[in-house]
């Protein structure tokens, strides 16, 4: 094999790289496997870059601005980057030739990895994706510290290295950016190099070429589902509507799901405003995990509201079970908090003792008007023509200017909004709890975040809850906990079943949360707003189902369809003595599965709650309307079948002289 007319391979390039062989080309030129014969014949890359210029005049201004711009490249410094060695220039029949040397790392690409994978029917799984991102998002917050973005990640630039499992960055984007950048400086013909991959670049970047670190966070996102999926990009996203729809070729948890759906976000402004953003955002331990509820665990726990006072039963419960000591790392509102719960507790102490000490800023600082309030002044009172803070920028007064009016259009309380945006931001950033934001150009990236965080609640009252949710938030207390007690038990519902609706979809939207005790907090009143949504719908019959046998029947098979988070409750007349048996047909680790009895007492609070089993049978202790709630875990929309058949059956069982109440 020759190299462009070079000679024989046997011959030294630049008197010191032997040529191995050729190991792929693209739009910029070719790339080969060398050796260093003046560094103990350590294996090297070399690039060889084929500017299109017309002359030797165009030729060397080519040259003149590869060396100026690759010095550049030759100051990374990281060890998961391959190491840029030098420029070689190399004269051969008379013409120039330009290489770019660096380190060789041995190991296969991710993308020959899924390939691999594919063949055998897998695919890459979600622990294995987080701890890709875990291990390339510091790599990022490196080299967008110094100012470069790759432009180009995608499981082919990604390399798997052999010596120590570590993920490596390949293929800098910039590096074609000079290519692009000779074209359009000497005036040579042709499309110049496109910068970054189609699928797998965000459009701006394609279109304008314009980049930010949020590109690379985006194709980042890309090369994670494609992983997960096996699927390209184009197999996952509606070029007509805009959309990705990813999450009907998998399932992932909550927070993943979250985290790639920002990561991801058409608009620059709603992406991540960093890497670092994003590592903090996938710290935070998805406690609503899947794998929590794992088919044939044994165990079963709840989430559900807490009324005041540390380790009180809430009377809204049908009655107080024993105490138990719940799964780690969740933590049941019907117990006293025990074992690795107290670590959970003090760190949402110590985010309540912050309050104090953010206050001061939090009552002057007005987010939403953009503006820092006089002395004296309460968020929430600014008058719309008050002036807007001139130390801010016109960017972000504008921003906040809408997320003001935003605020306004979904009718929540501004006071309100502080409140719950001032608990997420800190919960995310918690170093910055002594020191609280201000309106210094320092912080303009952290209020950025803020305000980021603040469209996120907005998203989720909006896409959540009702407009008669919303304008109450800020306002339950647990009066309202005891009156929808009172208007579902007048359904034969208890005020379990409903928890478990509004568990369900709470956890869903704000895990971490709900893994603590939220209810007194500004979060908890979300969780509010949603039993009262819940409870409305069950009074519609919207999520709820009365079972009936018609003559002569003993079993019935009933299919559904749950979204993200949802559930739905079905109650059954049946008597003491009746074998009952369920079949819950659905994939493993998707469903929580719960069987409660008309009146739970001590020794039989309940038959199922919460599990992760998918089938039960057994003769039935009491008279009276039972309960069956099925509620999916999934981050996609679910398809189920619960088969349910009693024996003895009657078309006329015995009706209970008045709906049944949650005992205090």
Known sequence: MTIGGMGSPQNLLGSRYHIL??????????????????R?????????????????????????????????????????????????????RGHGRLFLVQDYVEGPTYQELLETRLQAGNRFAEPEVIQLLQKLLPVLSYLHGIGVIHRDIAPDNLILRNLDGLPVLIDFGGVKQLVTAVQQQ????????????????????????????????????????????????????DRYNKRWRWQEAVSLSPRLT???????????????????????????????????????????????????????VPPSTMVAPPARQPRQPRQSAKSPVTGGCVQALLGLLLLIGSVGLVWWIASRWNPNESILLPEGDVPGEAQPDTPANSEFSAAEQARKTALRQRRDTLQVEERYLVRVTDQLFYSQYPDRQ?????????????????????????????????????????????????????????????????????????????????????????????????????????????????????????????????????????????????????????????????????????????LLEDAGDRTWAGQLPQSGYYEIVVVSTQGRSLDYALDISADNVTTTPETPEAPPEDKD
Not at 21 to 38: C, K, M, P, S
Not at 187 to 215: H, I, N
Not at 277 to 298: I, M, R, W
Request: net charge negative.
């Open 434 to 606: 002594q020191q609280p934001l201000s309106n210094s150009p320092a912080d303009e990236p952290l209020r950025a975040e803020w305000d980021g965080i603040a469209n996120e609640v907005l998203d989720v009252l909006e896409d959540n809850l009702s407009a008669a949710a919303r304008q109450r938030l800020d306002s339950y207390t647990e009066s309202d906990r005891e009156q929808w007690r009172e208007q579902v038990n007048q359904r034969y519902v208890s005020s379990r079943a409903l928890y478990d609706l509004t568990d369900a979809k709470f956890a869903y939207l704000y895990p971490q949360a709900a893994a603590q005790d939220f209810i007194n907090q500004p979060i908890g009143q979300i969780w509010h707003g949603i039993a009262a949504d819940r409870v409305q719908s069950i009074l519609d019959g919207e999520r709820l189902a009365e079972i009936q046998f018609g003559q002569g029947e003993f079993s019935q098979s009933l299919r559904d369809r749950l979204p993200p988070g949802e559930g739905r409750i079905y109650t059954l007349n049946l008597a003491a003595g009746q074998l009952l048996r369920l079949n819950l047909q659905a994939p493993a680790d998707t469903t929580r599965l719960s069987l409660y009895v008309p009146s739970p007492d001590a020794e039989v609070p309940f």
């Open 21 to 38: 062989r050729e190991l792929g080309r693209g739009g910029f030129g070719y790339t080969y496997l060398a050796e260093d014969v003046n």
């Open 40 to 92: 103990f014949n350590e294996l090297c890359v070399l690039k060889e870059f084929f500017p299109q210029v017309n002359d030797d005049g165009a030729l060397q201004k080519a040259k003149q601005l590869f060396e100026r711009e690759a010095d550049v490249l030759y100051q990374l410094n990281h060890p998961q980057i391959p190491r840029f060695r030098e420029l070689l220039r190399v004269q051969a």
């Open 258 to 312: 979250k985290v790639l759906d920002r990561m991801l976000a058409p608009r620059v402004g709603d992406r991540y405003s960093s890497a670092a953003a994003v590592t903090q955002a996938l710290t935070y331990p998805d406690t609503y995990a899947v794998s929590e509820y794992a088919a044939g665990s044994g165990q079963s726990e709840r989430t559900v509201a807490v009324a005041p006072g540390a380790g009180t």
């Open 186 to 237: 000497v005036g040579a013909g042709g499309p110049p190099t496109r910068l970054g991959k189609v699928g797998y670049a965000p459009e701006e970047q394609l279109e304008s070429g314009q980049v930010s670190p949020s590109a690379d966070l985006y194709a980042l996102a890309v090369t994670a589902l494609v992983l997960l999926t096996g699927q390209g990009p184009d197999d996952l996203y």
